[in-house]
């Protein structure tokens, strides 16, 4: 498996976490979640559609305001992972 699959794999289950997390707090809109939020809207459509390189900052951010630790956020992403390999 070469680095790009592997980064394309990881990308794409990351931001699938992040759309269902999403819609569990009620958001049909990845716009309206964003403003609430005050994170910036493009930013965040970058994030779940897995175009967005993930910085520590943000991702910290994205897990507070999610109320998930890193080690629930990463099961999830481990279990989306194999969900859809």
Sequence with gaps: MTEEI??????ESVAR???ALR???GYTSYESFAFDH???RAQYWRVETGRHNLTL????K?????????EEFLQ????E???RP
Excluded: S
């Design 17 to 19: 976490v992040f759309v």
């Design 38 to 40: 005050e994170f910036p």
């Design 81 to 83: 992972a194999v969900r």
């Design 6 to 11: 592997l980064l394309r794999q990881f990308a």
């Design 23 to 25: 819609k569990e707090k």
């Design 62 to 70: 994205l897990l507070i305001i999610h109320n998930l630790t890193l």
């Design 57 to 60: 900052r943000t991702l910290t």
């Design 76 to 79: 999830r992403v481990i279990a």
